[in-house]
């Protein structure tokens, strides 16, 4: 950069600018819990720089850093966010999430003390700020300084949080030096995710690695129900966006409670969380925890009034989880001639916050096989911290998860059918009856039934008719997504495939494929003279001799388009007997329709 384009940066900073950035306004926009619609807290957002002279808030930022106020900056900004936090109504039951620059952090006693000093002002207490770093803006090229600088952090008690996660390519890094509280995932990864595959693949794993580490995972940026829908299916914890609220400057537009989001929640019946929810509280071990500020003495104490319990969950301020406390690590102490009076001393002394182990976390609505997921990934820990809006509500051991597992795993036996394992009429039932209720979703009912199956039978016998159907089984639950497709077996010959999320002209497609794979792979079930000849040779309901199809499938397809649904599950019933017979005589046994015009 040349000199005169540096002094063209620094002009609004130089000549008063840092008294102008007083008058800037900050925004607050809600971060709330995916499953409720409880706030959780907001994060705050600079706004109208353009009055300081600037483009944009990474124009400011860029100009502070090149005339050396950065740190000036960055203390009056969040000052500024902090002055606007406190004056929302019971604002201690909320965390801020304040967005802080790569650059100033690096001089890390300064803006520790800066930050502290504000909080001091505006009589915030440490858990209720979250500093936001984001991957974009590395700390330090040097992973040891890196490392310095978060130690320095987390010493200070400043909670983190990992800003964009995902569009840069030290995430990873940050991610296992840091151990943030929450990991934002960068709306790249969001947007139209209900389409995309890789996308949904790349979140669950973030997801899945985030919980394993103790740390809460943020959608950020979500705008549609779509959206949204899948964020909670995957198990994110938290939600941001337009969908929930813009930011805004109005703090009397804020809620305590997101109504909106949490009819969302209710109205998303796609999965087993309700009854999960139900197994999982009943398991939960109300372990009482310990606050993060009790003393060493109070810590020992506990251990000795609770001689069974070998661990302790650890809380904040506001009922977070933040980790637990084991008696393993407390042995060297209290064995030690000197080593409780040492530990307890409290200038010389260490505090629980020294011995504090993250744990698994897993919020109570979540589906039972993403918590046993979490679990395994774990590896052989005390067992997972189970939250309810964010707040801990107990403990699951393993031994616990086992029997959700298994309760689950015997009521779905229960429903299955015994030949093929697929789900039964009740849970093709549920499906139809929860498509139906979510106005806002895209989904198709397929039906499949067996064409010229009893000649089959009569000819070749149960024991090969019993094949075709375990055929026909394997091929549905190979061929059709199992993120956005349930299959089931209504009974007999007659399945069924239940479509989310897709296209008329995917669903179409993925039925003529089922249909096509399961013709070709039966080919095998007859002798060379039938197949050859490409027909069967038997005899119709009077006895007469005649000649059938070889054996096939036909599927019949009613597609609902996202709005009002003017009909029930009975319409469908009624519709579908119709679809069926259509398909029978359509072009390679595949008929299509939309639901609406055929009721």
């Known amino acids: 950069m040349t000199l005169l384009a540096s002094v063209m940066l620094q002009r609004p900073l130089l000549h008063g600018g ?11 926009q809600p971060i709330v819990n995916i499953h409720t619609g409880a706030c959780y807290g907001f994060e705050a957002l600079t706004r109208d720089v353009e009055r300081a002279g600037f483009s944009s808030i990474k124009h400011l930022l860029d100009s502070a850093h090149e005339a050396d106020l950065l740190q000036d900056v960055e203390t ?73 600088i978060l130690q320095k952090l987390r010493k200070s008690h400043v909670s983190l949080a990992i800003d964009d996660f995902g569009t840069g390519f030290s995430g990873l890094q940050l991610l296992y030096f840091a151990t943030p509280e929450v990991i934002k995932i960068d709306r790249f990864f969001i947007a139209d ?50 969908l929930v609220q813009p930011p805004t400057t109005r703090l009397e537009d804020l809620r305590e409670h997101y109504a909106h989001i949490a009819e969302l929640s209710q109205t998303d019946r796609r999965t087993a969380a309700s009854t999960d929810h139900r197994l999982i509280r009943s398991e939960v071990s109300a372990i ?36 637990i406390v084991r008696e393993a ?3 060297e102490y209290a064995y030690s001639r000197y080593g409780q009076a040492l530990i307890s001393n409290k200038t010389l002394g260490r505090k629980l916050s020294s011995f504090l182990i993250r744990c698994p976390v897993a919020d109570i609505n979540s589906k039972a096989e993403h918590i046993l997921e979490v679990f395994s990934t774990a590896q052989g820990g005390e067992g997972i911290i189970i939250v ?14 086992l029997h959700i597992i298994n309760e689950k795993n015997l009521t779905a036996a229960r429903e299955q059918n015994p030949l093929t394992r697929l789900p039964g009429n009740n849970a093709i039932h549920e499906f139809v009856s929860q498509a139906l209720e979510d106005v806002d979703g895209e989904y198709a009912f397929v039906y499949f039934d ?55 002209t995917l669903c179409e497609t993925l039925a003529r494929t089922v249909v096509q794979h399961f013709s070709a792979g039966v080919q095998c079930f007859y002798d060379d003279d039938t197949r050859r000849a490409g027909f069967m040779n038997g005899h119709d309901r009077q006895g007469n001799p005649c000649r059938f199809p070889l054996l096939g499938v036909s599927a019949a ?28 005589h359509a072009t390679e046994n595949v008929y299509v329709a939309d639901l609406e015009q055929l009721s």
């Open 557 to 584: 397809i009613l597609h609902l388009a996202p709005g009002r649904r003017k009909y029930g599950i009975n319409t469908v019933s009624t519709v579908i007997a119709d679809a069926k017979s259509q398909a029978k």
């Open 193 to 242: 995710i209900a389409k995309d595959a890789k996308k949904r693949f790349f979140l669950a794993q973030i997801v899945n690695m985030a919980h394993v580490l103790g740390a809460r995972v943020l959608a950020e940026g979500v705008e549609t129900a779509q959206e949204y829908y899948v964020c909670k299916e995957i198990g994110c914890d938290l939600v941001q966006g337009y």
């Open 329 to 331: 690590d407390l042995k």
């Open 76 to 148: 009056i900004l969040h000052g500024k966010a902090m002055c606007c936090f406190s004056q929302v109504p019971d604002c201690h039951k909320y965390r801020l999430f304040l967005n802080a620059d790569s650059r100033a952090v690096a001089n890390t006693a300064d803006f520790i003390g800066n930050l502290h000093n504000a909080m001091s002002a505006h009589h915030l207490p440490d858990a209720a700020v979250l500093l936001e770093i984001s991957e974009s803006h590395p700390l330090s090229a040097d992973t040891g300084k890196t490392t310095a």
């Open 388 to 401: 309810d809006t964010m707040r801990y509500v107990g403990f699951l051991s393993a031994s616990s998860l």
């Open 288 to 323: 009482p925890p310990m606050p993060l500020d009790t003393g060493m003495e109070d810590v020992f104490e506990r251990f000795r009034a609770n001689i069974s319990c070998t661990f302790f969950p650890v809380v904040g301020s506001a009922g977070e989880p933040l980790g």
């Open 18 to 28: 840092l008294r102008r950035l007083h008058g800037l306004a900050t925004a607050l």
């Open 450 to 504: 067996f064409d010229n199956f009893k000649p089959f039978n009569d000819t070749y016998g149960f024991r090969l008719g019993d094949r075709a159907i375990l055929l026909f089984a394997e091929t549905l639950t190979k061929l059709l997504p199992a993120d956005q497709c349930f299959a089931g077996h209504v009974g007999g010959d007659d399945f069924f495939g239940g479509f989310r999320g897709m296209s008329r």
